[in-house]
């Protein structure tokens, strides 16, 4: 008797780990491939974030992306976190100086993929990387005014 329940027990074992690793995995279940360089830095307040297409994608059929940036590692705080159509995302707001993490999700064929590879962003220096243009007066006008317009 003992010997037939360790005999089933292990056929069981065999059944389940052949099942196991007979199985396929769908495309869907791998994250997208981030193309933006990790650890960039920049003075870009709205730098594009690019990831290639996942297997299969297809927007007409209701499939898209979530992208989420955040300022902390463990994506506590998402100030963004968006769905997308497109393979990229540009914030449509000027993003503050600091660093950022950033991954993506593809939902596909009714399926979530895993999330792609964290990387991170850090922006600097003045949004819009404006720098102030003279108008007016013209360089080297010459005025008696005392108070002039500028």
């Given at each position: 008797m003992k010997n037939s329940i360790k005999i089933l027990l292990t056929?069981?074992?065999?059944?389940?780990?052949?099942?196991?690793?007979?199985?396929?995995?769908?495309?869907?279940?791998?994250g997208p491939v981030l193309l933006s360089a990790d650890g960039r830095v920049?003075?870009?307040?709205?730098?594009?974030?690019v990831w290639e297409h996942v297997a299969d994608?297809?927007?007409?059929?209701?499939?898209?992306?979530?992208?989420q940036i955040s300022p902390r590692e463990d994506?506590?705080?998402?100030?963004?976190n968006h769905v997308v159509n497109g393979a990229f995302f540009a914030p449509g707001v000027a993003?503050?100086?600091?660093?950022?993490?950033?991954?993506?999700?593809a939902f596909?064929?009714?399926?979530?993929?895993?999330?792609?590879?964290?990387?991170?962003?850090?922006i600097t220096g003045a949004p819009g990387n404006a720098q102030p243009q003279a108008v007016a007066p013209a360089?080297?006008?010459v005025?008696?005014?005392q108070t002039p317009t500028f």
């Open positions: 056929l069981m074992f065999l059944a389940a780990t052949v099942l196991t690793v007979g199985q396929q995995v769908s495309a869907a279940s791998a920049t003075e870009d307040h709205t730098p594009n974030f994608f297809n927007a007409a059929e209701g499939d898209y992306y979530r992208i994506f506590s705080i998402l100030p963004i993003m503050i100086n600091q660093p950022y993490w950033w991954r993506v999700a596909v064929n009714g399926e979530m993929t895993e999330w792609s590879e964290v990387r991170t962003l850090t360089n080297g006008f005025t008696s005014d």
